[in-house]
């Protein structure tokens, strides 16, 4: 698809973005004030030879912003792609001159090319039918053209969405396409001809590091489990920043299997692998200056006669032993195996994402991840979440919940003997296996790996959380030490 910015063209879509008490910005047409609600999408559908006219509302004028913007374009997206039309015109400059300045054209340029192409995304590789996809051409009207357009805007939004969309394929993927060797030779494969080294720990080199938390979880699998570490190293002086991610490629649960109708959604497991792997894909494909290592914990958690079985400990190079009470507790498991890596490698700041537990959702609902650890970088990961879309929701490390990792013959349990609390318990267990030189939060996203059914720029299927956000942080981190000096910011 062809994307442009400039003057008003003809195409058999005019699209006008309109917030809720702004001026009119389609003066033929009246306007019920329903049509301008958050979500709304209204058509017009022109006679003969003219043109049809797309009108998509964004609620409140007061709480029009960035992430507005991209949940406009979104639901715009699938509503042209639904109806097979091939070339669209969005009024953007009528929208930004009517807000008074609470946007800039470039902010509204990004944000809706960004809606734009991550909610026209659709998972159907495996459909006989698949959607039409016929939209050639979309055209921004923009105050600013020649010289000074933005096409370098428009190229990194690209990047962005094609990253994002690069976790949300890997996520969506079926296990008998999608499992722990496979996905090593696609990350091979798809930092092939990038600046990032790519380094696989299997087997007896897991045995050597004594990573147990992985080689016990895989034993059900058929698929051997794996440590994948990529490097992009472009400015050796700063400090080094660790990206971990959980990727259960699918979790049956192990010997305490999951049930249900369907539980096909068990391939979401991966979803903090997917978000760092897309991470790295934006990262890798700019020029930042930085110093970052991802490590992706790979394994499946299948039951079988030789999986784990609750009561199994789990022992640790650091010397903790962990007592299995519930094998479906297994990102833990794995999670400390990496954190301990990144230790190993000297990282000064670690971000560890991961679909942990359920009872993170019951706390924040679908729509923020928890995170948990150092306030500041918290702080930092929360205000980068709100801009990029990807939100989070600080949470509290209380100590005196570490009673409940209490075990009657191993160090610690992993997992509590009540429900309450449990993403907490969760936190504090990942906490024992961060090295005191080093940073660390932790974010439980499994409420927000997928949505049920599409609305804004999420398809229903997964979701890429966490891509946006990891990429926006490790550049903010970059900054901030090239301002210090290279030192820790």
Known sequence: MKI???????????????P???????????????????GAVTWFYGRGGEAHVLVVGLGPEAKVNVERVREAAGNAARAVYKEGFATVCVMLEPFVRALGGALSEEEAVRAWTEGWLLGSYAFDKYKSRKEARMVEHLHLVCAMVGEASYEEALKQTAIRAEGTMFARDLCNEPPNVLHPESLVELVRERFAERPVNVRVYEEQELADLGMNGLLTVAQGSQ????????T???DP???????????????????????GRDISDARFDMGGACAVLGAMDMISRSELQANIVALIAVADNMPDAAAFVPSTVVTYPNGLSVQVGNTDAEGRLVLADALLHAGRLGAREVIDIATLTGNVGEALGLGLAGAWGDRQLVDTLAAIGEHCGDRLW?????????????SDYADMNNIPPISYGGAIVAALFLRRFVAESMRWVHIDMANTVQAKAARGYYPAGATGYGARLLADFAVSRAEANRSAGGGEA
């Open 237 to 259: 002086s700063q400090p080094l920043l660790a990206l971990v991610g959980k990727g259960i490629t699918f979790d049956m649960g192990g010997m305490n299997v999951k049930s």
């Open 394 to 406: 600080p949470m509290p490390l209380v100590d005196d919940y570490e009673e409940l990792l209490r």
């Open 20 to 38: 809720e008490h702004a001026g009119q910005p389609v003066p033929q047409l009246e306007l019920r004030p329903g049509m301008k609600a958050r």
């Open 4 to 18: 442009t910015t400039g003057f008003v063209q003809t195409a058999d879509v005019t699209v006008y973005l309109c």
């Open 232 to 234: 992009f190293c472009t």
């Open 223 to 230: 698929y051997k489990p794996a440590l994948i570490e990529l």
